[in-house]
């Protein structure tokens, strides 16, 4: 009799929990609870009450349903999902007063929250372009207090200040979240930042915002455990992005794949921001297209460390630069390392003119003289770049460089500049001595089968080592087979094979 029982009350509890996993979340319509998507009525407050409801529930999904819903700031709740059905719209507000009165709130936050989504086929739209108009109108009236947009910085572009144009998705201090399959256009700002978080899942999105300046991709900032992939990534600003802000932390443990990315500055960048650093990146399988600067860029000059990144099988066509590795001392209390960084299955082509031309947002014109730059991996005297292999890699240049355009004698190699405190970027260092790839500053280092092709003629050698310890080359091919494509000065322990040498001159 008891064991009956016992056994009724196992099989009713079995009964009721298979049936709350197969109920799933509940669901919670906006329209339902008055929200009307035609694009002008506000359903700020009507949304927020729905995801308080459902993140009361214990697992809820916030359903908009097809229609354009205007709407003004949101705060994401735990145990929420956002779901944006087909032809369905969140539209940000064009009122710049609508995310608050001084600094811009982003559309979509989401702070100290756990298991977060938002999912589904449909759009959140920033509204950029009325947005700013509204910020301008501010800005002219002298209703909105901004110290930045009257001066140009050192990109010599005028601009609101960045905490008067608001991001698209903000999420802060959150754990275990989902961003999958939903279309984000026409921020002001970075479009997506995820910042202190953990858990991260980013799949099958697209990011088309080319409306305004500074409009990254997406932003990963001192995360960890976190995953890229699949998405779709046309910015005004770097396309895909980890950075560290804050000294005691990093961004560890991140995977980024088959993702297809164009951009108006570098495609995937490790920094600028780079307080604490980055550990364990893999980065694999990627299409790269009309981007301004670096396919690849890896930065620490905040103090921050690198180690452990592994890039892999990339692809990037009209492309401003190959790779750019760069240790300097920006800020921080002291600099910090670069380390243990394999790129391999690389396949770039170089072209001569902008890369970005006719996007709508373009790049910052360089404006020192320069021919086309080389890739660049570069330390600082003293404190150097170290292990690092270039394996597998294919670079096609325009050539057509001048010396009447900018020229650096191979005798004169210590007058390229250090500029340790300078901004990171290809472009730093003004004219380079080397069509190819300059190194600078670097304690082991590998090149295994690299191939530069050039479809003009450049005057200018293939590489340049200066100041490196540990250089293995094997494998190297270059367009003009003779002496004085590689270019050694200061630079000790050179291990490289037989065909190799014969294009080797040390200075």
């Known amino acids: 009799m008891k064991v009956s029982t016992l056994h009724k009350r196992v099989v009713f509890i079995m009964f009721f929990v298979s049936t709350l996993v197969m109920a799933g979340p509940k ?6 609870f008055g929200a009307i998507g035609d694009g002008k009525t506000d359903n ?13 529930s214990g697992d ?10 205007l709407t003004g700031v949101l705060h994401l709740k735990s145990n929420v999902t956002l779901h944006l059905t087909k032809h369905a719209v969140l539209l940000g ?11 811009a709130s982003p559309l979509i936050v989401a702070k100290g929250q756990y298991h977060i989504a938002i999912t589904g086929t449909g759009t959140i739209d920033g509204n950029g372009r009325e947005l700013i108009k509204d910020i301008y109108k501010m800005l002219h009236a002298g209703t909105l207090e901004d110290h930045e947009w009257q001066q140009y910085n050192p990109w010599h572009q005028q601009r609101p200040a960045e905490r008067n144009r608001p991001m698209m998705l903000y999420v802060y201090d959150c754990d275990d979240i989902t961003v999958k399959d939903i279309t984000l256009k026409n921020g002001l700002c970075w479009i997506q930042d995820f910042r202190n978080s953990s858990n991260i899942i980013i799949d099958n999105i697209k990011v088309k915002s080319t409306t305004f300046l500074n409009n990254d991709g997406i932003d990963l900032t001192d995360c960890k455990n976190a995953r890229i992939t699949n998405c779709f990534v046309d910015a005004a600003d770097d396309g895909i992005c980890l950075k560290s802000s804050t000294s005691n932390m990093l961004c560890e443990n991140i995977y980024i794949a088959n993702c297809k990315v164009r951009s108006s500055a570098s495609a995937i960048k ?6 604490g650093g980055f550990k364990n990146v893999t980065i694999e399988n990627m299409e790269i297209y009309d981007t301004f600067r670096s ?3 890896i930065e620490s000059v905040d103090g921050g460390h690198i180690e452990n990144i592994n890039v892999s099988n990339i692809n990037a ?13 920006r800020s921080g209390e002291s600099i910090g390392t670069a380390k243990n960084i394999h790129i391999k299955n690389i396949k770039v082509q170089v072209p001569l003119g902008r890369p970005d031309a006719g996007y709508e947002m373009s790049g910052p014109e360089v404006r020192e003289a320069h021919n086309t730059f080389p890739s660049s991996i570069v330390g600082v005297p003293n404190h150097n770049i170290e292990n690092v292999v270039i394996e597998n890699v294919e670079i096609s240049y325009p050539g057509l460089s001048q010396k009447e355009i900018a020229y650096v004698p191979l005798t004169h190699l ?12 290809f472009s730093m260092f003004g004219e380079l001595p080397a069509y190819g790839f300059y190194v600078r500053h670097v304690k082991g280092i590998t090149f295994k089968n690299v191939k530069l092709t050039l479809e003009n003629k450049d005057f200018r050698p293939a590489f340049i080592f200066d100041d490196v310890e540990g250089l293995e080359m094997n494998n190297i091919d270059t367009p003009t087979r003779e002496k004085g494509q590689i270019i050694l000065t200061n630079s000790t322990k050179t291990s490289v094979d037989k065909e190799t040498k014969l294009l080797t001159e040390h200075l």
């Open 317 to 329: 066509v009209n492309t401003g630069n190959a790779i750019f590795i760069r240790l300097g001392h």
């Open 295 to 297: 396919a690849i860029a």
């Open 44 to 56: 700020t407050k009507i949304i927020q009450q729905v995801i308080n409801e459902a993140s009361k």
């Open 93 to 103: 507000s064009a009122k710049r007063i609508d995310y608050g009165p001084e600094k």
């Open 60 to 69: 809820g999904k916030v359903i908009i349903p097809e229609g354009t819903f």
């Open 270 to 275: 490790l920094g600028t921001a780079s307080s």
């Open 27 to 32: 669901a919670f319509n906006i329209v339902d």
């Open 414 to 425: 210590m007058n390229v500049p250090e500029r340790i405190q300078d901004y990171p970027e």
